[in-house]
């Protein structure tokens, strides 16, 4: 099997579509910088455009990293959107389609959002999560990024919407789509469980490198076992170690990602260091480089420190300036002791910091749960540090506790 390529729309969205390669034995690298990409032909190359916020321009700009795949070697591609279709998904995938095309002149997209295994799923056409409509759930009230609808269609303008066929043959399926894929440069599926994910990357498989997938950790799950390499790599995936101290990064405003952050906290009270500035404290360089020279401690950090982005935001603050500042935090706490491994959850942190530290990028190993990849950071100030990164809304109350203690002991 041939190198295979992976466009997404954030950083912990990279990361846990690229694990879902990783886990059956591909070697994968997420690429940050240009250059860092010395991997097999056997192998999986990722790479982020932060293009969630974008709007209009996501197009050119996801269209531009599908060109430097294809430039790397990649002769399958893979867009990764949001599971919840927050953000600039049309655009994205008006992009990649733009760049594909010159390479397969044929070349359709094939969306499906699902990701059974976080509650996600396509019925008929519209997106749920949580058995809710997306725009009645977290989604529909996301600060950046809020989705409006959960209809495909309204999503896709355009689109062609295909069913899971009555028959469960994914050959039925494969030429449903080969017909739809002559009609429209976009075609929807319905996906409510792992089979039919399963079912729809067979048909993927069918129609050949014409039909671009394009969905989330779900329908990559999917593809990565159907396109198994043919001699994996060695398993790199095992969890992290319970070395420490360990920091963790929260700057994701999904309740999901707080929730679980207070109950980590609750955990690990009493050996904790909590550093959490207010919107006041990030409102200038002046107030903040005084917060930061008070908040750095002078002696040893207890095992776990965590920092935590305010979830009120000052007027005009905006949240990339926001994660840069913590995620300098973050570097000078490194420096003053180096941490065992760092968690990440909020794709804007995990941005910041790997910018901070100028890592090339991240190859990512294995998962410490569903939807929790790990790997190790590449190049810069702090190659090799392992790290643990998490999407905002994925996961329970105790994931990012499992996250920072893998092995089950605080």
Sequence with gaps: MSRTGVVADDLTGATDTSVQFARQGWPTLLRLRPGADRLPADAVLAECTDARALGDEAAPVTGAAVMRLHRSGVERLYVKVDSTLRGSVAAQVRGALESWSAVRPAAFAVVCPAYPAMDRVVTDGVALAGGQLLE???????????????????????????????????????????????????????????????????????????????????????????????????????????????????????????????????????????????????ADEAAWAAWVEGAVPSGPVPDLTVVTAPEERAAGARADAVAAALAGLVARLHAHRPYARVVVTG?????????????????????????VPHGRLVGGDADGLPVT????????????????SPAGRP
């Design 347 to 371: 794709g804007d942190g995990a941005r910041a910091l790997v910018d901070r530290w100028g890592c090339t990028g991240i190859e990512v190993l294995g998962a410490v749960t569903e939807g």
């Design 389 to 404: 990164t998490k999407a905002g809304g994925f996961g329970d109350p105790d994931t990012l506790v499992r996250a920072v």
């Design 136 to 282: 009645e759930g977290p989604a529909g009230r996301d600060p950046v990024t809020p989705v409006t609808t959960s209809r495909l269609d309204e999503l896709l303008p355009g689109s062609v919407h295909v069913r899971q066929p009555a028959d469960g043959d994914p050959a039925t399926l494969a030429a449903a789509l080969a017909v739809a894929g002559r009609d429209a440069r976009v075609v929807t599926v319905d996906a409510r469980d792992d089979a039919d994910l399963a079912r729809l990357a067979d048909a993927v498989d069918r129609v050949g490198p014409d039909a671009v997938p394009a969905g989330s950790a779900g329908l990559a799950g999917a593809l990565a076992a159907r396109w198994r390499p043919a001699t994996p790599a060695a398993d790199g995936g095992a969890p992290p170690s319970g070395e420490r101290p360990v920091l963790v990064l929260v700057t994701s405003l999904h309740r999901t990602a707080r929730e679980q952050e207070a109950r980590l906290r609750r955990v690990y009270d009493g050996d904790l260091l909590h550093l959490a500035p207010t919107a006041a404290d990030l």
